[in-house]
């Protein structure tokens, strides 16, 4: 029977409906609560609400199913009642609630189904929103339950005496239910009388010895439950009446087990409440884990007894409550981590049936390596039934419990200190040969976490984006300070070699101490019991150990090389296809990220087989080669597209060992075999039935091999014949559009390495050439940045010398101007590099009208800075220099001059000027002669021309200082800055002449001091970026600036001056500084702090060295300093530091971050009141100094996360929360990024984040408040949405699984029910209350995924 409903059903369509289902066919009845279903689903909110007879007579007909004597009616019945409720006018809760109890109440012996409709009815009701004001209908709604399901739950019902739903021997799962059911939608709202008459009720169920097990379990979720609305005096009483029942001796072992269960469930439902009784419930939990009881079990098992299975349980429950104590209350267990770590080892090796001396293990184990069976598959003969044996719930809630351990108490903390080395990961590692799979996975997990942990930063899951990524086109912007200019860099085709595996990896030195020094001795043991593990046949064992050796490879940077010998074998096998791989069934393991297959086993394997190759050196890979190339090759071809494709990935990186620069001695001798890598991965490029991803990856692979044998040393290992066939299929894909930005990205790659010793034919080039400048006004913006770059890369090579015609030319010419034209700053500094090189080539096609209209505008309406100003000075150089300088000159003068910044247009015409010969009609003294005669802008203009001029020409430059002198004012006007600065500049030229006659000037004193330590400036920067000594001259340079520091003005300027003379000459100026920074004068002292956070940008061998030994001990003394102003500079000395020199701090954060946490704590006695007029307004003279130590933080947790401990972080994250609006936007930030470094903490803080954000969301400002305020609390609302919105969809399958990652709990999710329950309240909260602007960012997001 088909199902018929209209598109715009209404009352009397459910009328028609109500006829069938007293139909005596049950599937008609069947049939007829279907369509009432699919009717409710399209109808309109207000069916039913004007019609109160067919309301009445539908709800009438679908409870009377639900006694239907056909069990799919009755289920159907059920689905009906919720959508039923929804469309009923509100009067008639009331009386569907009455009739479902009295169906109930008729039914008291199987009242199953009669539960399961009131709790689709309770959860159907329109409910509370906290936070909101309660509606009519909710009321009305409440009102219901509270006069007729409440006192039906207690046995409180008029009329015929019935037993309560919590009541009696016969009670149900599916009635606590409904009590769970009410108190999550209705709890806010409960009186304190109903939560105690309700909590009171579960409470009698769970002292019943008959009642049965499920519904204790239930039982228990509903104490979790109400325990988020019991009072503190209420709270006190049921933990006191616990601690009570746990003292009783006499305690039945199933009763013990349910207390500790409930106080585990606790935990993780009231974490902050529940945190102050721990010290009176814990012991409670190490009572039943202690050595005494385990030594009686054991005794009474060698006796003969049995291993009970209620005994078991105890321990388990146990084990899982002290899990929930470590993840909830961190802080209240950090006095008892000692007892924890005892519990948790003592348990993890309970095997009563293979109880043996630890002793005796290791003596044997020598004997048992060769006899290990790989079909025995961790069984032993033994002389029992696995199924009766309950230990391993013991083992594998042990194991769980370490791996909260390690989670939260790792980072700053217990690795730190070495305890998580010396005692646990040993203790771990012996149990890799467990013989039970579950405990086996989860002891790997842990493993797996610990060594990840320790490495310094955390190693990211594995995504394809990350794998096709190219460090040519894509470089990130560094925050180094360069040392010479870019521009002139990238003209001379230096190529940053990080991260493209042409530098052959290093073994790093192990330290002494630490973490790392504990992994380093530990790993042969894990070597060898991995190597146990990889025999066997278990999918997710063989998974979960090869992912803890790509982890040992990625934290150590390799650390293999001895064990390859060992492991190789194994991981090849892994690679092969065996008959089980045409099964693709998932088996999920515990502990992991996604299910084990055979395919997912096989791409892990071929994973760190890439990560031997990346990490490890070429010698250490030689003598494995030949059988690793084969493996690889055999499984390029896989008709799985994600295995071709990481074997495609794979074989570049294999290619990159054995090609030089790290191959150079032994190239030859596996010419073969990088011949087998050509062949394999020219197949896959030209495959146009290959997966897209497959052909992607395979045109990098192409790409890498071709540049390494493109180069001086690697020319020899291809043929002409082989290197020009490859080179025409990456043209052809570059005209495919699928395949075009892979192509474009491989030819960068090509031409960035690529030689002398190699040329590219001339047609080849040219259309290629004519294609990437095509791809530069695409919409795609990675398309349009690597085209440039591979452009670039293509014009400065070598191997293209002299391969470019004129309408080449012509045609690139013509895109870059358009480039220029449209001030595309992604392009621009490529682009202008490009036009230099061809400038120089072919300058009558290059230098046109066209060309010189686009830099003018260029230069009149946009901000040249940075990397393009560096390319703009290499293009108008070369222009000089082709001698078509003068007509440029002419044209910047006359329609550029004053309309753009002076300190651009300046530079620009200098540059001309020099590379022109300085000959012609425009000449220095043109410019000289302008000075003299004109006042300010155009008198600036010319001084920062021949400042540029004199930079350039060095002592060559034919004026004296008195030129730029003449030109200071009394009062610091745009002429006497422009003087200044060109005075530096020029000076910076000819150091011997200018700089005796600045530091003389700066005798006289007066007013011009401060324009001339802009000048000494400007000379400090340009010596350090041209690496040119000063000689003598520094020492009167520092003293004069120590002189002049006095004055406030000066103040910034002499701390840069200082800084940069530290760069300079780090050996003599490094220890003054840092005996400034204990100078009494506060003054002093905060200019030696602002002088080292000027030098921490910098890149300098010496400077970086001296540093290493320095740096810590001052950063110390200056956060230590007793003024508050000095302190808020050292927190932003600190803050570079953790940008810019990570690896000298991070090895004593230990040390610096209490100074950064105290400064994040709010300080009353810094708060006051001030009277201004009749307003009053609180000042908090902590706030700048709480923020800069914020930035700090979010700066450490960036760069140094894996060294904090998050339990401290996300205290103060959370505390911030409830700060100052900028502190806020900080810490919404460094929420959004933990979501994703550390899902599991910010689960378990979602409560604490819901109470914060709704504090904000709720702020209501006074009427009087102004424009500023207004915008501050709407940007403090918006951002407060944007990561609710990311917290609630993001971790949603966290959440959806009870909301706390990992949880092991005996008895489904009973001991998880009630978790992050405040977080589900804000969130209904927020998005019935702010739906209109969580919507908006909803679709913010979604255009933004959009945009390439």
């Known amino acids: 029977m088909a199902t018929t409903v209209p598109t715009n059903p209404t009352s009397h369509t459910v009328s028609l409906l109500l006829t069938k289902i007293s139909d005596a066919d049950p599937d008609f009845r069947y049939m007829a609560l279907n369509d009432l279903l699919a009717t409710f689903n399209v109808a309109k909110p207000d069916i039913l609400q004007h019609d109160f007879n067919t309301s009445n007579r539908t709800l009438d007909e679908v409870i009377k199913a639900l006694s239907d004597q056909n069990g799919e009616v009755q289920n159907q019945a059920i689905k009906v009642l919720g959508p039923l409720v929804k469309k009923l006018p509100s009067p008639l809760y009331t009386t569907a609630m009455q009739k479902l109890i009295e169906l109930q109440s008729h039914n008291s012996d199987v009242n199953s189904v009669p539960a399961m409709a009131l709790k689709a009815v309770v959860e159907a009701l329109p409910r509370p929103v906290p936070g909101a004001a309660l509606s009519k209908e909710a009321q009305e709604a409440y009102d219901s339950i509270n006069k007729l399901l409440i006192p039906r739950f207690l046995g409180q019902t008029t009329g015929k005496q019935v037993p309560g739903l919590l009541q009696g021997s016969q009670v149900t799962s599916d009635s606590v239910d409904v009590l769970i059911e009410v108190v999550r939608c209705f709890g806010p709202v409960l009186t304190l009388v109903e939560i105690e008459a309700l909590h009171d009720a579960v ?25 988020h609305y019991l009072s503190d005096d209420l709270l006190a009483a049921f933990v006191k009446r616990t601690v009570a029942l746990l003292r009783k001796s006499s305690m039945s072992p199933a009763t013990r087990r349910l207390y500790i269960t409930i106080l585990g469930s606790m935990a993780r439902s009231i974490p902050h409440r529940f945190g102050r009784y721990l010290p009176e419930v814990v012991s409670f939990v190490f009572d039943a884990l202690n050595e005494e009881e385990l030594q009686a079990q054991l005794e009474a098992i ?141 002891v790997l997990s842990a493993v797996s976490l610990l060594i990840r942990k320790t490495g310094e930063g955390v190693i990211p899951n594995f995504t394809i984006d990350s794998a096709t990524g190219d460090g040519l086109s894509q470089a990130p912007q560094s925050r180094k300070r360069r040392r010479q200019s870019s521009a002139a860099g990238q003209a001379g085709m230096p190529v940053n070699l990080s991260g493209t595996g042409h530098t052959s990896p290093k073994a790093e030195k192990i330290p002494a101490t630490g973490p790392r020094a504990g992994l380093a001795a530990l790993t042969p043991a894990i070597v060898k019991s991995a190597t146990k593990l990889l025999k066997g046949k278990l999918i997710p064992t063989k998974q979960a150990t090869i992912n803890i050796l790509d982890d040992l490879i990625s934290v150590q940077k390799g650390g293999l090389a001895s064990y390859l010998d060992q492991i190789t074998d194994l991981i090849l096998d892994a690679i092969k296809v065996t008959g089980s791989s045409t099964s693709s069934a998932p088996v999920s393991f515990a502990g992991g990220s996604a299910s084990a297959t055979t395919n997912t086993l096989r791409i892990a394997a071929l994973r760190l087989i890439s990560s031997f190759a990346r990490n490890h050196s070429s010698n250490d890979l030689q003598p494995y080669l ?111 559009e699928t395949t075009r930005l892979a192509a474009v990205r491989a030819i960068d790659t090509v031409a960035a390495f690529s030689s002398s010793e190699v040329s590219f034919d001339a047609p080849w080039t040219q259309e290629v050439v004519v294609e990437l400048a095509a791809q530069l006004r695409k919409a795609n913006r990675s398309l349009r940045g690597s085209s440039v770059m591979a452009l670039k890369h293509l014009v400065l090579s070598p191997a293209t010398e002299n391969t470019l015609d004129d309408a080449t030319v012509q045609k690139v010419v013509t895109a870059l101007v358009t480039v220029i034209t449209h001030y595309d700053a992604q392009l621009l500094g490529p682009g202008l590099l490009v036009l230099a090189r061809l400038a120089q080539e072919k300058s009558q096609i290059v230098v046109t009208e066209e060309l010189m209209t686009a830099l003018c505008k260029l230069l009149m309406e946009s901000t040249v800075t940075g990397t393009v100003l560096d390319s703009l000075l290499v293009l108008v150089h070369s222009i000089g220099q082709t001698g078509q300088g003068e007509v440029l000159m002419q044209r910047l003068l006359n329609e550029v001059a004053l309309s753009g910044d002076p300190s651009v247009v300046g530079k620009v015409i200098g540059t001309l000027l020099v590379a022109s010969g300085n000959k012609g009609t425009y000449t220095a003294e043109l410019f000289v002669q302008e000075i003299q005669k004109q006042k300010g802008e155009r008198a600036s203009l010319a001084l920062t021309i021949l400042g540029e001029a004199g930079l350039r020409l060095g002592d060559m430059f034919p004026y004296s200082p008195s030129l730029f002198l003449e030109q200071f004012h009394s009062e610091y006007d745009k002429t006497s800055l422009s003087a200044a600065v060109a005075l530096g500049r020029a000076g910076a030229g000819n150091v011997a002449a200018y700089v005796p006659v600045i530091l003389e000037s700066m005798h006289q004193g007066g007013n011009t001091q401060y324009l001339l330590l802009q000048s000494i400036k400007e000379v400090l920067q340009q010596v350090a970026m041209s690496s040119t000594d000063l000689g003598q001259l520094s020492t009167p340079i520092w003293n004069q600036i120590l002189a002049a520091s006095g004055s406030e003005d000066n103040k910034a300027v002499c701390a840069e001056c200082i800084g940069r003379l530290v760069i300079i000459d780090p050996k003599t100026y490094m220890l003054k500084l840092a005996s400034l920074l204990n100078d009494e004068s506060p003054l002093l002292r905060a200019i030696a702090i602002q002088a080292l956070r000027y030098t921490l940008p910098d890149e300098n061998e010496v400077f970086d060295s001296m540093l290493k030994s320095h740096l810590v001990d001052m950063l110390k003394t200056m956060l230590e300093d007793p003024e508050m102003e000095n302190r808020r500079h050292a927190m932003s ?141 709407a940007e403090a609302n918006r951002a407060a949405l944007r990561v609710t919105l990311l917290l609630g969809e993001k971790l949603k399958a966290f959440l959806s699984a009870g909301g706390t990652v990992g949880a092991a709990v005996p008895g489904g999710s009973a001991a998880v029910a009630g978790t992050n329950q405040v977080w589900h309240s804000y969130w209904e909260w927020a998005s019935k209350e702010f739906k209109t602007q969580l919507q908006i960012l909803r679709d913010e997001d979604s255009k933004g995924a959009g945009v390439i």
Request: proline fraction near 3%.
């Open 626 to 736: 030949p059988k690793i190339v084969d493996g690889v090759v055999s499984v390029v071809h896989d008709r799985v597209y994600k295995i071709a494709a990481e074997a495609v990935q794979t074989a570049e990186e294999v290619s990159k060992a054995i090609t030089p620069p790290r191959a150079r001695m032994t190239a030859q001798k596996y010419k073969g075999e990088l011949q087998k890598l050509y062949s394999v991965i020219v197949d896959r490029t030209t495959d146009n039935d290959a997966d897209a991803e497959v052909r992607q990856k395979a045109i990098h692979a192409l790409g890498t091999l071709l540049s390494r044998t493109s180069g001086t040393e690697g020319t020899a290992l291809l043929a002409d014949a082989d290197r020009k066939t490859a080179l025409g299929h990456l043209k052809e894909r570059l005209f495919n």
């Open 302 to 442: 060698q006796e003969g007894s049995e291993t009970t299975s209620e005994w078991s349980d105890v321990r388990e429950a146990a084990l899982v409550a002290l899990d929930a104590f470590l993840s909830s209350c961190p802080n209240q267990m950090r006095p008892y981590t000692n007892d924890a770590l005892e519990a948790c080892l003592r348990y993890l090796k309970f095997d009563p049936n293979y109880a043996a001396d630890e002793d005796e293990e290791m003596e044997e184990e020598e004997e048992e390596d060769d006899e290990f069976d790989d079909d025995d598959e961790f069984e032993a003969d033994g002389n029992f039934d696995d199924d009766d044996d309950a230990s391993w719930k013991v083992r594998r809630c042990a194991a769980k419990a370490l791996h909260t351990i390690i989670s939260t108490r790792s980072s700053g903390d217990l690795l730190e200190s070495g305890v998580l080395y010396q005692r646990v990961a040993p203790a771990l590692i012996k149990r890799f040969d467990e013989r039970e799979e579950n405990v086996r996975l989860e």
């Open 1133 to 1273: 000395t600190l803050n570079s530091a953790a940008h810019n020199k990570a690896d000298v701090i991070l090895g004593h954060l230990n040390k610096l971050m209490p100074y950064v946490m105290r400064e994040t704590v709010i300080k009353p006695e810094l708060i006051r009141e001030v009277q201004m007029g009749p307003f009053k307004h609180i000042i908090d003279d902590g706030l700048e100094l709480r923020k800069a130590a914020y930035e700090t933080l979010y700066a450490l947790m960036e760069t140094a996360f894996s060294r904090i401990s998050i339990i401290d972080l996300y205290d103060r994250i959370v505390a911030g929360l409830s700060d100052d609006n900028d502190i806020k936007a900080l810490c919404n930030l460094m929420v959004s990024k933990l979501a994703y470094i550390d899902p599991d903490e910010t689960i378990r803080r979602l409560d604490s984040i819901a109470e914060a954000f709704r504090k904000t969301l709720s702020t209501k400002l006074k009427d009087t408040a102004v424009k500023q305020e207004l915008e501050k609390q």
């Open 203 to 227: 409470l009698n169920l769970l002292a019943q010895e008959k009642c049965a097990s499920v519904v204790k379990k239930r039982a228990v979720a509903a104490v979790s439950m109400l325990a």
